[in-house]
């Protein structure tokens, strides 16, 4: 059997300190696609000189912009990475050994995350993301902050592939995701009719916080660890504090914040 071709798939927007990174971080990729959304810094300089395919569209929403950069590759096979995120080199050896005959359609990654002034420490519990998949079986979902891939068929998750995620250097920069991620999902779960959400304010914090700290040992990465931890307790507490507030703006006959 044929080996699998593989297309880099990556949008982007001002993205140059972090792009050249995650590009050259996928030596297995026969392909790279950028779909940018009106870089003024640089970032389709970079992509250019490692031989990207380069498109240009106007940012309609995270789903849509992948989506779109997913359409334009030539391969079945596609590698979606944010330009902020990039391959170990074992992830990279272990996707192009996958590439001689995938088994399923689908393979999920570990991510490792970065905790401001160091890494998520390798023995933690990490979460895996769908990254890996044939188009062929799969769309962009419709999330309004966290869009991701869905695939019809199996899907393994790929243990030793770890990629990184440079997403949050500092506590600023964590602090500001959280509160445009929170308006975010505050509108979507508005609209889902989500219940209980006094009880879940109270309760989910404590227990998210719980959740991260000991069963996903966020404990071994010290107080960058502890600071991550307590942060995503606050994003699931002013999410639904948010959603609260919506609900009683509507109530009142005034008009929701906008996201």
Not at 155 to 161: I, K
Not at 181 to 192: H, K, L
Request: include cysteine; hydrophobic fraction near 40%.
């Amino acid at each position: 059997m044929a080996r699998e071709r593989l297309s880099l798939v990556v949008t982007t927007y001002n993205n140059v300190n972090t792009l050249a990174r995650c590009l050259d971080s996928a030596r297995c990729a026969d392909e790279i696609v950028v779909l940018d959304s009106g870089s003024t810094d640089g970032t389709v300089d970079v992509a250019r000189q490692r031989g990207a395919r380069i498109a240009h569209q106007p940012f309609h929403g995270y789903a849509e912009q992948k989506q779109k950069a997913i359409d334009l590759a030539e391969s079945n096979w596609v590698l979606l990475l944010d330009a902020d995120e990039a391959l170990t080199p074992q992830a990279d050896h272990l996707i192009a050994q996958v590439m001689l005959e995938p088994q399923v359609r689908g393979y999920r990654l570990p991510r490792r995350e970065q905790m401001f002034w160091s890494f998520q420490h390798p023995l933690s519990r990490m979460n895996t993301h769908l990254r890996l998949f044939d188009r062929r079986a799969g769309r962009m979902n419709q999330a309004p902050v966290h869009a991701a891939p869905e695939v019809r068929g199996r899907v393994r998750v790929l243990r030793g592939a770890v990629f990184l995620h440079y997403g949050e250097p500092d506590i600023a920069t964590k602090v500001g995701k959280l509160n445009a991620y929170s308006s975010g999902m505050a509108t979507r779960e508005r609209a889902s009719r989500v219940r209980f959400v006094r009880t879940r304010m109270i309760l989910y914090p404590p227990f998210f916080f719980l959740r991260q700290y000991v069963w996903k040992r966020y404990f071994l990465s010290g107080w960058a660890g502890y600071i991550s931890a307590a942060s995503g307790a606050y994003y699931v507490f002013i999410k639904y504090a948010k959603l609260y507030e919506r609900r009683q703006l509507t109530h009142s006959g005034r008009r929701p914040p906008k996201p």
